[in-house]
């Protein structure tokens, strides 16, 4: 599985992005995709997920203001991002779970300025 993501930049306090990640290669039985994040010095955090049945997990700090959507048909999962914040400023990885492995896609830097 191969994974490539767009989509990051810069914006405002305020501002929106979306994220955009394509997965190609053996892509059938991929369950699970996400949307990871790691700012400088700080651990890889999840941020939000969802299931092959467009079931959605997000992280305590982004709900209300982040949307995690999928397009199976596509094969691609979507990230909208709402009202940013400088805190929101990280490397954001794409992520799919398929067959009992992980699979990571190179990251998209998103800045936040205030």
């Known amino acids: 599985v191969q994974l490539q993501a767009s989509g990051g930049g810069l914006v405002q306090a305020g501002g929106s992005l979306r994220l955009s990640c394509a997965a190609s290669?053996?892509?059938?039985?991929?369950?699970?995709m996400g949307w990871y994040r790691q700012a400088p010095g700080k651990q890889r955090e999840l941020v939000a997920t969802?299931?092959?049945?467009?079931?959605?997990n997000y992280a305590d700090s982004v709900k209300g203001r982040f949307t995690i959507s999928r397009d199976n048909a596509e094969n691609t999962v979507y990230l909208q991002m709402n009202s940013l914040k400088p805190e929101d400023t990280a490397v954001y990885f794409c992520?799919?779970?398929?067959?009992?492995?992980?699979?990571w896609g190179k990251g998209t830097q998103v800045t936040v300025s205030s």
């Open positions: 290669g053996i892509i059938f039985s991929i369950s699970a």
């Open positions: 992520n799919a779970k398929r067959l009992g492995f992980s699979y």
């Open positions: 969802i299931s092959s049945g467009s079931s959605t």
